[in-house]
């Protein structure tokens, strides 16, 4: 078994070297799909054993061929359809479907030679199963795939025992699949069924409704507390190690000072977990430097995905999104922080969130302005349909960033809660505070005296004490709690647009973002 692992990485490694380089059907048999069966064992040169163009006939068209079969005496018992590693599979399973009843084989393999899925007759007999019960891509193999892969080679071929496994990873895939679905965005019967379980009230329409935020944020912390005490196990074996083995030391610390900290080799097994389903891990490595802990794809500095610094007073990642997008953090955990945890006011029904859009939009252009709001669309669960509700969910415990106006009761709540007040360090969405004197106001003497009073140096001083904000006049300066913040820093935008442009924003708003 670890020969064959060993030897089916090398494929992988091959198959991804050469893909580009094939433009046709027969270029992938040749050089992908044969060496995969070569691997498996069989004698891909021996027409007895993996006969190519297998005749399949169906029905009254005679002359059907599949493009290899794998025979066990004169029968055939695998046949497997090729396409062009350039071609989508999804289309192709019919072919397949068709000559699947023509034969005695049990499995039919449908690839590209970079993809491969694996059908038998577990739904109806002799007739081929619409969903494939194994299926995965040889460029990013894991571990469980291997195995399954294994069972096919000649010498541990055997048709029951592959069949009852088959059985199986039909319905764990199906689970997985469901349960996937419902990590993502759970369904009002999912949720139902959990309520059953924990809630004794009615479960009506809005009960699902503020549970299901509720669900999936549990999915997460239940993920991130197996994982974290994984991890500390891990460390721990790790930490005992290095008093038992003396040359430990010598393994992290190189000739040019650099140390590989327990807190970074920590960062660097959470991003390998929380990447596992986009990549596959054996392709993640590290280079630590001087200044930051280095994660690469293919061990390739150009490919690099996150530079973690952790040796600092202040800690953050850098991320490679094409922004270089700058996240402060305080451990390694903070990685999996913010999925789902993310909560602001419909603009629809908010005018300070309303106004972080249009700011958005007006500072980095229409076209980024969008794709970057659609990009933390992921991490917002839900838009809060009250102006209050971001604050007070977050005061509470139940998210963990709000999109919030600044005021007054903000910086009260850092005495009261566990929380923390952040300005964007890259600019400042804001809005006006106006006033107005009515036209037809019966006491216009006393109301231009106010605003006179409330422009002037002693009312903005007044003022920024009981609502802190950005002041209008220059000679006053900003309130404590804004201590550092300029003109300069607020974003750029076209004030009257900001009216007149509502409706279509919001219009757009709703197409674009469907929360």
């Not at 106004?355 to 990009?375: D, I, K, R, T």
Request: charged letters at 30%; proline letters at 4%; glycine letters at 6%.
């Amino acid at each position: 078994m670890e020969k064959f692992t060993e030897q089916i990485k090398l494929l992988s490694e091959r198959t991804v070297k050469l893909k580009d380089t094939l433009n046709t059907e027969e270029a992938t048999k040749t050089a992908l799909v044969m060496p995969f069966f070569q691997l498996l064992g069989y004698d891909v040169f021996n027409p007895l054993e993996f006969s190519p163009e297998f005749i399949a006939d169906v029905g009254i068209k005679k002359g059907e061929k599949v493009d290899y079969a794998i025979l066990q005496g004169d029968e055939p018992v695998i046949l497997i359809e090729c396409k062009s590693v350039n071609e989508k599979l999804d289309n192709h399973d019919s072919q397949l479907f068709r000559y699947f009843g023509t034969t005695t084989s049990k499995f039919g393999i449908l690839t590209n030679g970079l993809e491969y899925r694996f059908y038998t007759d577990l739904d109806e007999q002799n007739k081929m199963d619409s969903t494939p019960f194994l299926q995965f891509n040889i460029s990013e193999l894991k571990d469980n795939h291997i195995i399954e892969i294994f069972k096919f080679t000649k010498e541990n071929f055997e048709v029951s025992k592959i069949s009852k496994t088959a059985y199986e990873l039909k319905y764990v895939n199906s689970l997985k699949d469901y349960l996937n679905q419902q990590w993502n965005e759970p369904s009002e019967a999912f949720i139902k069924y959990l309520l059953n379980e924990i809630y004794d009230g009615v479960k009506t329409k809005q009960v699902v409704e503020r549970f299901t935020p509720i669900v999936k944020k549990t999915f997460r912390i239940f993920i991130t507390d197996q994982v974290n005490s994984k991890l500390s196990a891990a460390l721990n074996t790790t930490a005992n190690d290095k008093h038992d083995d003396h040359e430990f030391d010598e393994d992290i610390i190189e000739d040019d000072g650099i140390v590989t900290t327990p807190e970074e080799l920590e960062a660097y097994a959470i991003t390998k977990v929380l990447l596992n389903d986009v990549v596959n891990n054996n392709r993640i490595f590290y280079r630590d430097n001087q200044t930051y802990f280095n994660i690469l794809l293919d061990d390739n500095i150009r490919k690099w995905i996150v530079r973690i610094y952790l040796n600092r007073s202040k800690k953050y990642i850098v991320l490679n999104n094409g922004k270089k997008e700058k996240i402060e953090i305080s451990t390694p955990m903070d990685l999996t922080k913010y999925k789902d945890e993310l909560i602001m006011a419909d603009p629809a029904i908010s005018g300070t969130n309303y106004a972080v859009v249009y700011n958005l939009l007006q500072s980095m252009g229409e076209e980024a302005g969008w794709a970057y709001l659609e990009s933390i669309k992921g991490n917002i669960p839900f838009y809060a349909q009250r102006g209050s509700e971001p604050t007070s969910k977050v005061k509470n415990g139940e998210m963990a960033v709000g999109i919030i106006p600044l005021g007054g009761d903000t910086y009260k709540m850092e005495k009261e809660f566990k929380v923390k007040n952040v300005i964007p360090s890259d600019g400042l969405p804001w809005v006006p505070a106006g006033m107005a004197i009515f036209k037809e106001a019966e006491n216009k003497d006393a109301a231009k005296a106010f605003v006179d009073w409330a422009l002037s140096k002693e009312g903005q001083e007044f003022l920024k004490t009981v609502a802190p904000r950005m002041m209008v006049r220059k000679d006053v300066t900003p309130p404590e709690e804004l201590k550092g913040m300029t003109v300069d820093k607020l974003m750029k935008m076209d004030i009257a647009g900001m009216g007149t442009r509502r409706e279509e924003i919001l219009k757009l708003w709703k197409e674009k973002m469907g929360k």
